[in-house]
């Protein structure tokens, strides 16, 4: 049998979701500081990230931010991992590890084979693999069985709920990133939390 896949629940705003992600214990716990509906102030992330289990690692999703943005909130501990989600290149992710001693998640946008084997080359430690910036929509996933096997580990993201978990964990990915799966009129549900957690650990006992 793999592995299990590695967890990250995204977009987490408010105390509620913060307790029932500490009950189910993800392996990453998503703030969102680009524009959206799930968007955290530095302020908020510090209130939550105090109320964060330790194991669970904070991640920071940005779009096209400041450096100076990114490293503060990893100095002060808000985070511990960083993922791009815009048009981030070699240079930023460069002059951000010259900064910041923390792992790199680049998101990139798939539409055909070709930009899979394109994430392939970044200096990010890490991929994510996702329809756009917080769709909620999957890509073609056939997408990945066509491409040439991936020498970085991987996020699976886009979509992922309880329905269509046991598709995406026969791709075998590195790790699974859920956000809008897991919630209910924009906003996280801990029962739809709990339901896809269970069905990941049934899946791998």
Known sequence: MTRRPRIKICGLSRPQDIDVVNEVRPDFAGFVFAKSPRKVEPS??????DRLNAGITPVGVFVDAPLDVVVTLVETGVIE??????TEDEAYIEALRARCAVPIIKAYTVRTTQDIDTADNTTAEILMLDNGKGTGERF????????????????LAGGIDVDNLSSA??????GIDVSSGVETDGLKDPD??????????????
């Open 192 to 205: 739809k939390i709990r339901e896809l957690i269970c069905a990941l650990q049934l899946a791998y006992s």
């Open 169 to 174: 964990l026969a791709l075998e990915p590195w």
């Open 140 to 155: 073609d996933w056939s997408f990945l069985r066509q491409a040439p096997p991936l020498t970085h580990p991987w996020f």
């Open 81 to 86: 991992a960083v993922q791009l989600h815009g």
């Open 44 to 49: 908020q992330a510090r209130r939550l990230r």
